[in-house]
């Protein structure tokens, strides 16, 4: 399984962009890319996934280079309720052992 | 449609008891996945069922843990004799069918049971 590195935290103010980037250096060719958000004592909660280029939802976007070594959620203009951790996974086909890091804790800030 | 329910939302044991935690899937979904979180981690894989198969169990310790997803009701993660070591917040998620067969966007999550052992 690739391992993922993300900043354990990040502070934004409302109505910015946050850009939050996961490093995953030894991605597999067949790998994905999904992002979870995590509100306090709640699950998961899946935002998006891609695996190259760019995907954009009515949630958020999704950036990943053509190397796919890296890829940056971008959440257009956050509020309050954006606060939450933020999980970057890599996985392919039949992984449905998901492993989570320890996620970027974004407080977003009045 | 409901999603996954968990309860209770909230377990205290005293060490040596037995805790049962209880996992109903969102309808329409025969795949159940428990997954435990310690403080400041991030969720770690413990079992995989269909119903009345464990599929994978290779994530949840050998000894003490057991879990089951009977033809009729739900899920359960049982652990006999708690520790101290075994407070953590549990998550189930459930999908209809199995997630991961073209991407790993299909686990919907419950809103977790929280185990503390005093």
Known sequence: LAKTTQPISMDSYEGQEVNITCSHNNIATNDYITWYQQFPSQGPRFIIQGYKTKVTNEVASLFIPADRKSSTLSLPRVSLSDTAVYYCLVGGAGSYQLTFGKGTKLSVIP | ?118
């Open chain 2, 1 to 118: 449609n409901a999603g996954v329910m968990q309860n209770p939302r909230h377990l205290v044991r005293r060490r040596g008891q037995e805790a049962r935690l209880r996992c109903s899937p969102m309808k329409g979904h025969s795949h159940v996945y428990w997954y435990r979180q310690l403080p400041e981690e991030g969720l770690k894989f413990m079992v995989y069922l269909q119903k009345e198969n464990i599929i994978d169990e290779s994530g949840m310790p050998k000894e003490r843990f057991s879990a089951e997803f009977p033809k009729e009701g739900p899920s359960i993660l049982r652990i006999q004799q708690v520790v101290r070591g075994d407070s953590a917040a549990y998550f189930c998620a459930s999908s209809p069918y199995l997630a991961g067969a073209l991407s790993t966007d299909t686990q919907y999550f419950g809103p977790g049971t929280r185990l503390t052992v005093l």
